[in-house]
């Protein structure tokens, strides 16, 4: 089970950091990614986080979010920063519970995550 959290309103400019909780399953080897819808748009990849503590961005977030994860609360996090109204979104985290032929490419896609949180709304105000 994944529990996002820590969404909410923030102005342009403004930080704000994400947590998702993993309770049940454990994984040896997992890539955690977090995911975001904005209204009528496609979800996006947004970053992840392998089992090795290896990361990748999503190029608009590079530089201004910072996934980390602390494996003695089972949580990952996202560190947001430099916040636009255009990172406005529900927020999802995820796991994919099987690592085959891990880039960080192929595991910016959703069809690679079994396992998904609710979501969290971020709302950035201009």
């Known amino acids: 089970q994944l529990q996002a959290s820590g969404g909410g309103l923030v102005q342009a400019g403004g930080s704000l950091r994400l947590s998702c909780a993993v309770s049940?399953?454990?994984?040896?080897?997992?890539?955690m990614g977090w995911f975001r819808q904005a209204p009528e748009k496609e979800r996006e990849f947004v970053a992840h986080?392998?089992?090795?503590?290896?990361?990748y961005y999503q190029d608009s977030v590079k530089g201004r979010f910072t996934i980390s994860r602390d494996n003695a609360k089972n949580t990952v996090y996202l560190q947001m920063s430099s916040l636009k109204p255009e990172d406005t979104a529900v927020y999802y985290c995820?796991?994919?519970?099987?690592?085959?032929?891990?880039?960080?490419?192929?595991?910016?896609?959703?069809?690679?995550?079994?396992?998904w949180g609710q979501g969290t709304l971020l709302t950035v105000s201009s």
């Open positions: 986080i392998t089992w090795s503590g290896g990361t």
């Open positions: 995820a796991v994919a519970p099987t690592v085959t032929y891990y880039s960080g490419r192929s595991y910016s896609q959703d069809s690679k995550y079994g396992y």
């Open positions: 049940g399953r454990t994984f040896s080897t997992y890539v």
